[in-house]
């Protein structure tokens, strides 16, 4: 099968941790490498946001990277790139030329209109099939964000009008599936394919990150604040007043280096100090992935605590290294962590509860290792890449078959109506 990946944001050569870089590139990445493994070929199209950056990328066999020319050669916040929507479809179908893909598959929602648009631009008669994630959506960010959220406004109506276009939708858990529902559009067309983890990576089984006290609780993700970094620091109040002192917090990720410059690494640094905890709090910045599972290993629970996730591969990650994960009953994080057999559920932002939450698992060393191991079959059994390769070509089928019926129900060129 050829496979047109659109990425216009989020590219997956791109490195982890800045603002509009994060689990979408990490998805999009595994996700074409494990379909170019079954034997597809795979190409991956994403914005030119640096001048020197090749036309073309071959990342393995089966699979290359193309940069579109679509917009300044710079970076631009992904709020910012719907102007640039029209430019990429005409990029992609220029490239396509006359070999169109079996399908195309858009990630996020301007991707999906670049994909709907590039899909029609082919000979009367063919539609190239177009199968979408969304990875957010709209609706569930304003809930949340409210006069914070800075999508287009455009979104409102656009975002919608893709799913109800797209030949297949795959939503990556199944809190998706009723948001969608929301939004008028109709469920029996959607797949569900989770993210997935790379389990050659992350395992239980290595070396381990030293550290300075006793205890440690592990924050990984973007410096943004719907992550609920903040809920953590202060969680720590409430565990040192519950006799758990010798605790520290890691937190990686953010922009770059923890050196104040990140305004929400400086805002959280300005918390931890006013709530008389900063001795206890490390902010490490950015770190290569490989380091990853060494500083999994070394924390006593993850702490996945934002307000809304669609999905999440921070928690899949720590499973698959063996250890317990405190979550937040949001999103996709209700699929992947199961409460009291993997990790513990809590309440959104609601910091007694993550205290509660991690001070049972400080307490009994015998209840993490349960859940860690219990956490790291799960990963192996439900959350390989190959796993999710193998449901989203399922996906692609339904699509390429349904976009195969509707036209054979399409009326041909000349006849009577």
């Known amino acids: 099968m050829r496979i047109s990946m659109i990425s216009e944001h989020a590219s997956p050569l791109a490195a982890l941790g800045g603002v509009d870089a994060g689990g979408q590139n ?7 490498i494990a379909l170019a493994r079954r034997g597809h070929r795979v190409t991956v199209y994403t914005r030119r946001d640096a001048p020197d950056l090749p036309a073309k990328v071959r990342v393995q066999p089966g699979l290359e990277v193309v940069h579109i020319d679509a917009g300044p050669a710079s970076h631009v916040p992904k709020d910012e790139l719907l102007p640039f929507m029209g430019a990429l479809a005409d990029g992609v179908a220029r490239d396509w030329g006359n070999s169109p893909p079996d399908v195309v598959h858009g990630h996020f929602w301007m991707s999906g209109m670049a994909a709907l648009d590039a899909g029609r631009r082919q000979p009367a008669g063919f539609r190239v099939p177009v199968v979408q994630t969304f990875h957010a959506l709209g609706t569930v960010k304003r809930r ?12 409102r109506f656009l975002e919608p009008s893709v799913g109800r276009s ?5 939503a990556t858990c199944s809190d998706e599936v009723f948001e969608l529902k929301s939004m008028g559009i109709d469920t029996g067309k959607v797949s569900i394919a989770p993210c997935g983890v790379d389990l050659d990576l992350f395992s239980g089984a290595g070396p381990a990150d030293s550290k300075t006290r006793s205890h440690r609780i592990l924050s990984v993700g973007r410096l943004v604040p719907r992550k609920g970094v903040d809920l953590v620091i202060r969680a ?45 709090v490390e902010l490490r910045g950015q770190v290569p992935r490989e380091a990853m599972p060494g500083i ?19 928690p899949l990650e720590a499973m698959a290294c063996g250890i317990p994960v405190v979550a937040a009953a949001v999103g996709g994080l209700t ?5 009291h057999g993997t990790g513990l559920h809590v309440p959104p932002k609601d910091p007694e509860a993550i205290a509660d939450a991690l001070a049972t698992l400080l307490a009994s060393p015998e209840l993490r290792t349960k859940l860690g191991r219990a956490g790291e079959r799960r990963a192996k059994a439900r959350y390989s890449w190959s796993r999710v390769a193998a449901e989203t070509e399922k996906a692609y089928q339904l699509a390429i078959a349904g976009a195969a019926d509707a036209a054979s129900l399409e009326p041909m060129e000349g006849a009577a109506l």
């Open 236 to 280: 720590l109040v409430h565990l040192r007043d519950a006799g758990f002192e010798d605790v520290e917090l890691l937190i990686v990720g953010g922009g770059g280096a923890a050196d104040g410059h990140d305004p929400e690494a400086r805002r959280l640094l300005d918390l931890a100090r006013d709530l008389g905890v900063a001795d206890q």
């Open 166 to 170: 797209a030949d297949r939708i795959i």
């Open 335 to 339: 699929d992947s962590v199961v409460d």
């Open 26 to 32: 990490v998805h999009v990445a595994a996700l074409s």
């Open 144 to 155: 949340h964000q409210g006069a914070d959220d800075t999508s287009p406004a455009e979104r």
């Open 296 to 314: 999994f290993r070394s924390a006593d629970a993850v702490a996945c605590t934002p307000w809304y996730e669609p999905f999440g591969i921070v």
